[in-house]
């Protein structure tokens, strides 16, 4: 299983930007997923989470500044940022907690969580 992230760059303070996530490989579900970032110097922290019923949290810094959406038929899922400012600047990954087979070939399935590699986002005043 393999996460990418995609849609990452630099943009101006008030330029929107989406970003993609991806989960390919031997997925038979998507339980949860989610959007973290970390800051130069910084821990990383939590942005936004959707269950597999669709149920959204945000971390309250936030909420009403960034949407975060998913497309189950495509394994699929998105961070909508909206007017991002410099603080927003940081590395955006992805997470995805996803059941898959255990072994190749094999009909046990274990969940598992899984993390992209991460897309710099940078936003310049």
């Known amino acids: 299983v393999q996460l990418v992230e995609s849609g990452g760059g630099l943009v101006q303070a008030g330029q929107s930007l989406r970003l993609a996530c991806v989960a390919s490989?031997?997925?038979?579900?998507?339980?949860?997923m989610g959007w973290y970032r970390q800051a130069p110097g910084k821990q990383r922290e939590l942005v936004a989470t959707?269950?597999?019923?669709?149920?959204?949290h945000y971390s309250d810094t936030l909420k009403g500044r960034f949407a975060i959406s998913r497309d189950n038929a495509k394994n699929t899922w998105y961070l909508q940022m909206t007017s991002p400012q410099p603080e927003d600047t940081a590395v955006y990954y992805c997470n995805a907690r996803i059941t898959t087979h255990r072994r190749v070939g094999g009909m046990d399935l274990g969940t598992y969580d899984y993390w992209g590699q991460g897309t710099q986002v940078t936003v310049s005043s």
């Open positions: 490989g031997d997925v038979v579900s998507v339980e949860a």
């Open positions: 959707i269950a597999a019923d669709g149920n959204t």
